[in-house]
């Protein structure tokens, strides 16, 4: 659809697998992995994000005069709000008690995955105008399809700007991210800590040493189909003691493995030959972003090594940033990870039921950031000035 320009025109594709691979990740960029062709293909050609499990593919995809791909968004319609970690459940009931039909709604996201990254994909020298005509596309794909709303969720805050300035309502939220502060060592990080929080997780992955479960940090050619049976199974008995029931399909991680292996850090937990725990990870170009972790057993502060402290080692030996440690989690700011703002835009049809969103986030937005204010006054590392002991 013309976006009130002869210059741009942008489509919606019922598939990424639609879209030219090469020319998609130019829109996407190098730096987060979630958005790349190769993953949101897994996630449909699995049938992980297909319309049979509430995420049918209306992806949009914006080309100039030439015909060249310039712009794209991930979007999906959505039946159901599950999967998205930005939680609306509240105002779909409250619209739907008013006899309004929430659903489907339009969702802005990679699904399954509360991971910060771009939303509106530009390629380079793509410009506002490009921006510009994906804001417009998404309002009048919206009203196209009917829907209640349309929703994009963890993009980043100058997009969460850039829509909020075109009068979608903003909402805030929290993670907990690690940042890599030049560390050359594991050691170097604990040295920034207080001694309490030092001695406590010098304890932790001591008593995981102990325990005689061992930890294999794969990427690559080391990723085998056995890996991928166990995770997945891991992944299964957690999402179901949970939620009742996993997304992601086991001929996703496959695919993964297969178009992606360079991309992803899994860390497999062996006891007495046995696999019995692992943790996913994908690499950025800058960041190690962990995603899901899962267990058929209890041990000891298992979780907290393979999720948190390998993610640190293997960022730290590999120059990387930062490590993204997902939703959720305040028990994270003890092991480093520290209180960050993440984002999302929402576009309500119903003036009315806009109306009363737009008030409620206004307080929201308010006692988020003082929350975040408070949170950070937890951190673990040591002051300007203070004392460091062994």
Known sequence: MPDGSDAITVKVLTGVGLADPSEWDACAGPDNPFLCHAFLLALEESGSAVRRTGWQPSHLAAY????????????????????????????ANAYERAGGSYYPKLQVAVPFTPVPGPRLLVAPGGGDRVVDALV?????VAGRYGVSSAHVTFPREEEWTRLGEAGWLQRIGVQYHWENRGYGSFDDFLGALNARKRKAIRKERREVAESGVRLH?????????????????????????????????????ERLGATMADRVVLVMCEDGGEWVAGALNLRGSDTLYGRNWGSDGSYRFLHFEACYYRALDFAIEHGLKRVEAGAQGEHKIQRGYLPVPTYSAHWIADPGFRRAIDAHLRQERALMLQEIAALAELSPYRQEGQERAA
Not at 136 to 140: F, M
Not at 230 to 244: I, M, N, Q, S
């Open 136 to 140: 417009a596309a998404l309002e009048q």
């Open 64 to 91: 100039d005069a030439t015909g060249r791909m310039v712009g794209a968004v991930p979007a999906y319609l959505k039946s159901h709000s599950y999967g998205e970690y930005v939680f609306d459940h509240s105002w």
């Open 217 to 253: 940090t794969l990427t690559g050619d080391d990723l085998k189909a056995e890996h991928w049976d166990a995770f997945h199974r891991f992944y299964l008995d957690t999402t179901d003691r949970k939620w009742g029931g996993g997304y992601l399909k086991r001929d996703f991680f």
